[in-house]
């Protein structure tokens, strides 16, 4: 079964808006071979604000976590031609991005433990019940703002290599360029581009208004091949160059200790 699509346009709403609400869902996956089992657990996410998938077997599973950002996977531990631990390996060897939540009607600690240590975030025993399996989904599926929080991690431990470009970001998540667009402008409002910039902005300032460091030391530590070109940018987003920044806040910082020492 295919993802559902956008409803077509009602007299009151754009396609596009419809589209757009539809993107922000949460994405979540539903693998089992019993088209009962994924049937009922549909049924109980039928009110939730989910995208959901489904796959009756472990390689189409794949597919979808490959093609799809997927924010949470209900997978049967035994489904057909790949076991849960199998799939785990996968999902831990390409660094797909999602939760993994395991199905077992087998009822034993011992694959339990195995399947917590292969990278499960829970396993959940059959039958199913509505209620202990909507407070798991609840519990395992990661935040709305978890996005936000990975690309600001991002930035901050790369900002300071000169060759970092969008498809490095594209690459580390495993996410498509349009899909990677729509993040930094649902989160941020700005493109990749300019949340870099930002960035490097900001740890400049803070190292000359905090450090003796020379300013082609900064420059270059937040990722500039180039004095100039540190400096334009820097004049462009603070209205001085880095000499002139960093002497006026130096004399206030004088100018404030001053003041310190007359009260003592």
């Known amino acids: ?19 757009g609400e539809y993107m922000d869902k949460q994405k979540i996956l539903i693998v089992d071979q019993e088209p009962l089992v994924i049937s009922a657990l549909e049924k109980f996410l039928r009110d939730k604000s989910y995208e959901i998938f489904t796959a009756e077997n472990g390689h189409k599973s794949l597919e979808i976590l490959h093609k799809e950002k997927i924010d949470l996977a209900v997978v049967e531990a035994q489904v057909e031609d ?12 390409e660094k797909i991005q999602t939760a993994i939540l395991i199905m077992t009607s087998l009822g034993s ?10 990278g499960a975030v829970s396993v959940l025993d059959k039958p199913i019940a509505r209620d202990r399996f ?25 900002y300071s290599n000169p ?5 490095d970001i594209m690459h580390y998540f495993r996410f498509s360029k349009t899909y990677g667009y729509e993040l930094f402008k649902k989160y941020f409002g700005e493109s990749f581009r300019m949340c870099l910039r930002n960035v490097r902005m900001a740890k400049a300032e803070e190292a000359l208004k905090h450090t003796s460091d020379s300013i082609s030391e900064i420059a270059y530590r937040c990722g500039f091949t180039s004095l100039s070109t540190f400096s334009k940018v820097f004049k462009a987003t603070y209205g001085d160059n880095p000499t002139t920044y960093r002497k006026f806040h130096f004399r206030n910082y004088l100018s404030m200790w001053f003041y310190v020492l007359i009260d003592f």
């Open 1 to 19: 079964m295919q993802a559902m699509y956008c409803p077509m346009p009602d007299p009151f709403h754009s396609k596009i808006q419809q589209c």
């Open 82 to 93: 790949m076991d849960g631990i199998t799939l785990l390996t996968h999902v831990q060897a």
């Open 109 to 118: 600690a011992e694959l339990g433990e195995q399947l917590i240590k292969a």
């Open 134 to 158: 909507l407070t798991k989904v609840k519990r395992y599926m990661p935040s709305q703002y978890m996005w936000k929080d990975r690309l600001e991690s991002f930035l901050e431990d790369n």
């Open 163 to 167: 060759e970092l470009k969008f498809e």
